[in-house]
């Protein structure tokens, strides 16, 4: 091997210019992970549990959730389609949360009805303390596997997807 | 006259191009000039021999370059006063509703300019040697162009880019493994918010532009060095590989760059690499490319320019509400180029429909020139491959005619003639 020297001063600079690389992608990867967020919202006192009749879907605007009554139980549901992130409305005249982005339909209790959402509607732990429901927004939970269904909750009308297009 | 004068002469320096070494003195010595060959094979001043498809490209990046340039004058990335932005735009800047129009149906256009270019390459055969890597970086363009869409899609802030914005970003967390960190990497958190907003915006005026030029840049070069499809024979040769048969190794080929040919003789650089000597070969039916093609790309220029600034007087680019995360509108659609992406969603699993199927397609266009290696770019030669091109072609035209034409509110079947609810 005559070429010892040159052999192994490639190999240096290669190596040195990996490690400029890695090191210029760790840094960059440091500075540009998101900043720790501020917090979403901790516990939030809401209204006694009478005030959520069975079939209502209530929005609670600070935490982007809804707090229902399906099966004689109160649900708090995050506001987001588990699919791609669309804000899914409630239907009062289905009595089912529908999303306009891909059409998933899902029951009162968030559980998955049809459409392309891998699961049921994520959700966050709710307690009823001193006669107030409180749900903790820093736990979001996922939502119910496809097929899990615990709760018989039938549509009660048309959709409101079919009647804006009709 | 102002071209005798010696200030003019130190600038440019080459002679008058009235004659024909003045022109090929200009295409050598002058860099704009540089980047067209001295000449150029008559096939190309036929319009139909490349749609001017790539020409037209490079006129719309120039286009949206300039008008961005002054929209940025009048941005500020920021939730609480880019929407004020774009109401201020329409109703105090001189002009400015009508760049931001050109500004976004000339970046339509060149999402349809840069489609058809693949199209007409692929057709073509342009992709085989030895332009196989020439072809992958198109793609990249093509891949930037997107980019470039989907990121300046979100800066106005109202109903229509949040909405399409949530949807494309939230197929990035389905990438398995990595799909929850590149997320978190684009929007600098889970959801769009500030530092979203400010993220897409200087990939956008910045990043990506670089990346674009640099790229652009390469591709032109390419083209420059290994000649124009249009005056090739249509059987590929490689000259490259031909020229290799001519030569042997050198004797100590470590201590020099020189090349030896079969008969002994050193070269160094350039090889001449036609089978017979110069003075023996039929001349090669050429044009000057001044005045003979630029002058046609004068006028393909202008006429591109004549269109944008005739949509952006005719349409208004679209200002929806301002952005509002409660509240998705009915229905929300993504721009026409991925709606088709947006149609397969909602069929399949979103690993599927909007990471493995998009991944699989740019992978397979990359790996296209090497895996077809058949170097007939006669059409009777390449039947498989035009067939099956053509059919994931027509398949994603449909898919996005459904999904542009035919959906409504909740992604629900509409005719098009009963309520027509398109997104430009």
């Known amino acids: 091997m005559d070429q010892t020297r040159r052999d192994l001063l490639e190999a240096g600079w290669n190596v040195g210019g990996g490690m400029l690389l890695a090191a210029a992608g760790w840094t960059s990867y440091v500075a540009l992970k998101p900043l720790a967020s501020a917090g979403g919202g901790g516990v939030l006192p809401l209204l006694p549990p009478d005030a959520y009749p069975e079939g209502s879907a209530t929005f609670v605007r600070q935490g982007r959730l809804f707090v229902t009554r399906a099966g004689g139980e109160l649900h708090a549901v995050s506001q987001k389609c588990p699919h791609l992130g669309c804000a899914v409305p409630f239907c009062e005249s289905s009595g089912q949360f529908e999303c306009p982005c891909h059409g998933s339909v899902f029951n009162t209790a968030g559980e998955h009805v049809s459409g392309p959402s891998p699961r049921g509607m994520d959700r966050y732990p709710l307690q009823v303390v001193d006669g107030r429901v409180l749900v903790n927004t820093t736990v979001l939970e996922e939502g119910f596997p496809l097929g899990s269904k615990k709760f018989d909750l039938p549509s009660r009308g048309p959709s409101c997807a079919t009647e804006k297009a009709g | 006259m102002l071209q005798e004068t010696a200030v003019y002469r130190s600038i440019v320096r080459t002679p008058s191009m009235d004659s024909p070494s003045g022109r090929a003195l200009h295409a050598f010595g002058n860099v704009f000039m540089h980047i067209y ?33 002054y929209l940025m004058f009048f941005y500020t990335p920021s939730v609480s006063i880019a929407y004020g932005d774009m109401q201020q735009l329409r109703a105090q800047v001189g002009f400015g509703q009508l760049i931001r129009n050109v500004h976004r149906w000339g970046a339509h256009l060149m999402v349809l300019a840069v489609i058809l270019h693949l199209v007409r390459v692929f057709v073509d055969g342009g992709y085989k040697a030895p332009r196989q890597f020439n072809w992958v970086i198109g793609v990249g363009l093509m891949v930037i162009t997107l980019a470039y869409s989907f990121t300046g899609y979100l800066l106005p ?26 997320r978190d990497f684009l929007l600098g958190g889970e959801t769009i918010g500030q530092a979203a907003l400010l993220r897409f915006y200087v990939i956008h005026v910045a990043v990506l532009t670089l990346a674009f030029a640099m790229l652009m840049a390469v591709h032109l070069w390419r083209v420059r060095k290994d ?47 036609a089978e017979v000597p110069a003075h023996a070969r039929e001349p090669a039916d050429e044009v000057f490319s001044w005045p003979a093609l630029i002058i046609r790309h004068q006028v393909v220029a202008l006429a591109v320019c004549a269109l944008v600034l005739a949509l952006g007087i005719a349409f208004e680019a679209p200002l929806r509400e301002i ?5 998705t509108p009915e229905p929300s659609k993504a721009p026409w180029y991925f709606v088709g992406l947006q149609e397969l969603l909602a069929h399949f699993d979103p690993l599927v429909a909007g990471v493995l199927a998009p991944g699989a397609l740019v992978a ?43 959906r409504g509110p909740g992604w629900g079947f509409v005719l098009p003639w009963e309520h027509l609810y398109f997104e430009p």
Not at chain 2, 239 to 263: G, H, I, M, N, Q
Not at chain 2, 323 to 327: K, S, V
Not at chain 2, 389 to 400: E, K, P, R, S
């Open chain 2, 157 to 182: 802030w109202d109903q229509l880019a949040y909405w399409a914005v949530t949807v494309g970003s939230g197929l990035v967390k389905y990438a398995p493994g990595i799909g929850e960190a590149m």
């Open chain 2, 227 to 273: 000649g124009l499809v249009v005056g090739d024979p249509p059987l590929a040769h490689d000259v490259t590989a031909r020229a290799a048969d001519r030569l042997v190794a050198s004797p100590d080929s470590a201590a020099t760059d020189a090349v030896w040919l079969a008969d002994g003789r050193r070269v160094l650089g350039v090889i001449d690499t």
């Open chain 2, 323 to 327: 952005a509002n995360p409660n509240l």
């Open chain 2, 37 to 69: 060959p001295v000449r150029v094979p008559r096939g190309l001043l036929r319009f139909r021999s490349t749609w001017r498809l790539g020409f037209i490209s490079s006129v719309l990046f120039g286009i949206l370059f300039i008008t961005g340039l």
């Open chain 2, 364 to 406: 397979a266009l990359v790996a296209l020139p090497y895996v077809d290696r058949n170097p007939s770019r006669s059409p009777r030669d390449r039947k498989v491959a035009l067939l099956l091109f053509w059919a994931v072609f027509i398949g994603l035209v449909v898919l996005t005619i459904i999904g542009a034409f035919f």
